[in-house]
């Protein structure tokens, strides 16, 4: 088996981070680097942008649709975000992980809070060398006003106050040394004793 392949239960990833923090492209390392690794597409009610494409970037669907699986308790977790709600499915993330797979969500800092002590995920936070260099980037990625960025900027002092909850934090001052971490971490976690004694106790059932 490849180095985080396995036949029993997947492991869970929680991955939070301010916007431009480089946390879509670590995670798209992960996932080309392993194929046992799988992160979650969330469900969310807001436009797609241009470039997306709908259960690729996002589940797109409308508000009343959304309200509709949060009666029938579809989600894991959920969250309204300026006015837009975000969600994580229950019924894929307990599927994936049925089948082996290491399931990573990317989700802001209210929905981690919200598994936390009632999930059996390892939590992981990405944090940015500064707030400026913050700034930097998301001036950079010409992709928002500045009004926004500066909701962004403010959001991110917010999360940057709830990484104190993560079991792990990162500094993504560099792109390579950040995603050598970040694997170092879901390589640990897959080497945990816990987990390696309740993969064996698997193996044996399924012998």
Request: proline letters at 2%; glycine letters at 6%.
């Amino acid at each position: 088996m490849g180095l985080l392949e396995n036949r029993a239960k997947g492991l869970m990833f929680v991955i939070s981070a301010p916007a431009g923090t480089g946390k879509t492209t670590l995670v798209d390392m992960l996932t080309n680097e392993f194929a046992s690794v799988v992160a979650n597409i969330s469900y969310t009610t807001r436009q797609p942008r241009s470039g997306e494409v709908y259960g690729q970037h996002y589940h797109f669907i409308t508000q009343s649709e959304f309200e509709a699986k949060i009666a029938a308790s579809d989600f894991l977790e959920y969250v309204k975000l300026y006015g837009t709600y975000y969600g994580t499915s229950r019924r894929w993330i307990e599927e994936q992980r049925a089948s082996g797979q290491h399931v990573i969500l990317v989700i802001d800092t209210q929905g981690a809070l919200q598994l936390k002590g009632r999930c059996d995920a390892t939590f992981i936070f990405i944090r940015p060398p500064s707030l400026e260099v913050l700034k930097q980037r998301l001036v950079h990625r010409q992709t928002e006003s500045t009004e926004m960025i500066e909701q962004r900027l403010a959001c991110a002092e917010r999360e940057l106050d709830a990484a104190q909850y993560y079991d792990y934090q990162i500094i993504n001052d560099d792109l390579n040394e950040a995603y050598q971490v970040l694997r170092s971490i879901l390589i640990a976690e897959c080497h945990r004793t816990s987990y390696v004694c309740e993969t064996n106790r698997s193996l044996i059932k399924g012998a």
